[in-house]
């Protein structure tokens, strides 16, 4: 073979979008290069970052393509479908191409990138990061987050494996994984969803997920589930703070 | 006149207010594939028997009776249309730089445009009170992502206005019927749009002004008044879309309204 010897780099952080990057190279076992991004500072936003990334969000991943020459890639369900298409020859976490295993992988992964990611994420906006409390914006949020959770409820009861597709686990569980074990934050409750718990569990018991959600630093979004609001609230107040700063720069561009 | 291809017609569920069908129509009537659409009413997305097509009660949705398929999501719906159907890559790569380049503008279209486009509309229009923050919250993002990709066209060379490479691919396409909206979404003039966006607005009008898209446009004019649909997705003789809700959760029948 004349293929090119890869040779990945993660530019990432501790969020729910970033940990589905590091969950996948470690099922993988494929090696790979971390840097970790300080979003609170910013960094994201440096030339040299738009460079690899002109949206300016983590995740980012650089690679030696094929050829020779690097490719840049962004999104992190982009970067799943390239890591899976290059480097899961054996479908440990993913279907053959063209399978209807593979295409449904995709409705689920698509899902996760269009809905339950920008919907969450609003939750978290509005409950913990807004300004001014909208009661009506954190329902809105807090309630469609709900209703995503009740269709991937409805999915997993109907499964025999216990994944949202097929027999194993495969990106589309890797990709909601990270937004599932956050719903506290989003202040949404699990309580009315035991596949779904089940499923939470089923995943982080598998030792590349326990490994690559720590990257680049530790996991904590689940310790959120034994905090009070009061408790998460003190410390969104930590990170409000640049969460507008930043919302304002960006307003001016 | 050549055979129909693919031989059986591949079914799409479009509600046809909302830009997210038309992107799919959009790319079947780019490549000239055989397709019948099934329209219907917004208020039985989360009926049977749409609901046992796609569990997320969403449109679109298709069903390949050739390859005996069915598939939601319309980000997933480009990605199986485009490696199933357009064999000779007219809208997308072979190379597998090119193809993975495409992907990712596509993903972002799916979880940064979309989502976004979708919340300034409905604060801007559909939601009953007005919450300038919320509003302007969704506004700006708008404005960020068209400059992220106007800085990328601008980059790149006057013969190559594409996200990727030196043609149009769906990658670009996925971005039309969102942006087709903007005016309503950002209650702005066109001009006022597409203000220190030149190249995204250039590469924004190419693609409107395409057959394919054309023949969406009418064919969605021609569905909503089927419906009996006001511009905004409300039915004739209801007032809002809080009390379209209303009626719908109450099951009642909102097409009786109209006479």
């Keep these: 073979m004349t293929e090119a010897k890869s040779d990945i780099h993660l530019y990432t952080d501790q969020t729910a979008n970033g940990i589905k990057i590091s969950m996948l190279l470690e099922e993988l076992g494929v090696p790979y290069k971390v840097t970790a991004i300080d979003i609170s500072k910013n960094t994201q936003k440096e030339p040299w970052f738009l460079e690899i990334n002109p949206n300016g969000r983590i995740p980012a991943l650089t690679d030696t393509f094929t050829d020779g020459s690097p490719i840049r890639l962004f999104e992190s369900g982009s970067i799943m479908q390239y890591l899976v298409d290059r480097y899961d020859t054996e479908h440990k976490v993913s279907y053959p191409r063209g399978t209807r295993e593979y295409w449904e992988v995709n409705n689920w992964l698509f899902w996760q990138m269009g809905g339950l990611g920008p919907m969450q994420g609003q939750a978290n906006h509005f409950a913990r990061y807004a300004p001014e409390k909208i009661q009506y914006a954190i329902d809105r949020y807090q309630n469609e987050t709900r209703r995503l959770y009740r269709v991937m409820e409805t999915q997993l009861s109907k499964s025999t494996s216990g994944y949202l597709v097929g027999d194993k686990c495969t990106v589309a569980d890797l990709a909601c994984w990270g937004w599932v074990a956050g719903s506290n934050w989003a202040g949404v409750s699990l309580d009315d969803f035991p ?59 | 006149m050549a055979a129909p291809y693919p031989p059986k017609p591949i079914r799409i569920w479009v509600t046809p207010p909302g830009p997210n069908p038309w992107k799919a129509v959009f790319l079947f009537e780019e490549l000239g594939l055989n397709y019948e659409l099934k329209p219907f009413r917004f208020d039985d997305v989360k009926k049977k028997p749409f609901i046992d097509v796609n569990p997320n009660g969403r449109t679109p949705a298709i069903e390949d009776p050739n390859t005996n398929l069915t598939l939601w999501e319309s980000g997933a719906i480009y990605q199986y249309v ?35 486009w979708g919340q300034a509309g409905w604060f801007q229009h559909l939601h009953h009170e007005k919450i300038p923050s919320a509003v302007e919250r969704y506004c700006n993002e708008i404005r960020r992502v068209l400059g992220v990709i106007e800085r990328v066209l601008a980059d790149k060379p006057a013969d190559a206005q594409w996200l990727v490479g030196n043609k149009m691919t769906f990658a670009d396409m996925a971005w039309l019927p969102w942006n087709f909206r903007l005016s309503e979404v950002m209650l702005l003039s066109w001009d006022e749009v597409w203000e220190g966006l030149p190249h995204v607005r250039a590469w924004h009008e190419k693609m409107a002004a395409l057959p394919s898209w054309q ?45």
């Design chain 2, 82 to 116: 485009i490696e199933v159907y357009d064999k000779e890559n007219r809208l997308a790569y072979d190379s597998f730089h090119e193809r993975h380049l495409c992907n990712q503008w596509l993903h972002f279209q799916m979880s940064g445009q979309g989502p976004y």
């Design chain 2, 215 to 259: 023949r969406c446009i009418e064919i969605r004019g021609r569905l909503m008044e089927a419906q009996g649909l006001q511009w905004n997705g409300v039915p004739k003789g209801i007032e809002t879309f809080t009390e379209y809700e209303k009626k719908i959760a109450e099951g009642e029948d909102t097409t009786a309204l109209q006479h």
């Design chain 1, 195 to 253: 596949h779904l718990n089940a499923w939470l569990d089923r995943v982080l018991a598998r030792p590349g997920v326990e490994r690559g959600r720590h990257v680049p630093k530790k996991h904590t979004a689940l310790e959120n589930r034994h905090k009070t609001e009061e408790e998460m609230d003190k410390e969104a107040g930590k990170t409000r703070a640049w969460v507008q700063q930043s919302m304002a720069a960006d307003a001016k561009k």
